[in-house]
């Protein structure tokens, strides 16, 4: 009923720049808070940054200054711009979601996540 998918992964190299995109599709009746989180190999998923539906933000401290949650409600997406990038910022990210729908005249919430995209920064 409901989905997200990421896109916007890729290999860069340090330094530099990528966006990341999550986009929620289904019988959406509203979406809540938001954020992406990522898992490095042998590492525990951690939270990259989140973001409430009035659209206030706050990052982990490895990524602060350099990373920028963002979302865009009518298009039900949500955004991560990814600067000055590291080689420690390479991990699988995920989009996660707070995410009210609708099925057969009632309403649930529940919690959703992506796929995961792969960014792997190296030179």
């Known amino acids: 009923q409901v989905q997200l998918v990421e896109s916007g992964g890729g290999l860069v190299q340090p330094g530099g720049s990528l966006r990341l995109s999550c986009a929620a599709s289904g019988s959406i009746f509203s979406i809540n808070a938001m954020g992406w989180y990522r898992q490095a190999p042998g590492k525990q998923r951690e939270l990259v940054a989140a973001?409430?539906?009035?659209?206030?933000?706050n990052y982990a401290d490895s990524v602060k200054g350099r990373f920028t949650i963002s979302r865009d409600n009518a298009k039900k997406k949500m955004y991560l711009q990814m600067n000055n990038l590291k080689p420690e910022d390479t991990a699988v990210y995920y989009c996660?979601?707070?995410?009210?729908?609708?099925?057969?005249?009632?309403?649930?919430?529940?919690?959703?996540w992506g796929q995961g995209t792969q960014v792997t920064v190296s030179s």
């Open positions: 973001i409430t539906s009035g659209g206030s933000t």
């Open positions: 996660n979601a707070d995410i009210t729908y609708y099925s057969r005249d009632y309403y649930y919430t529940d919690d959703y």
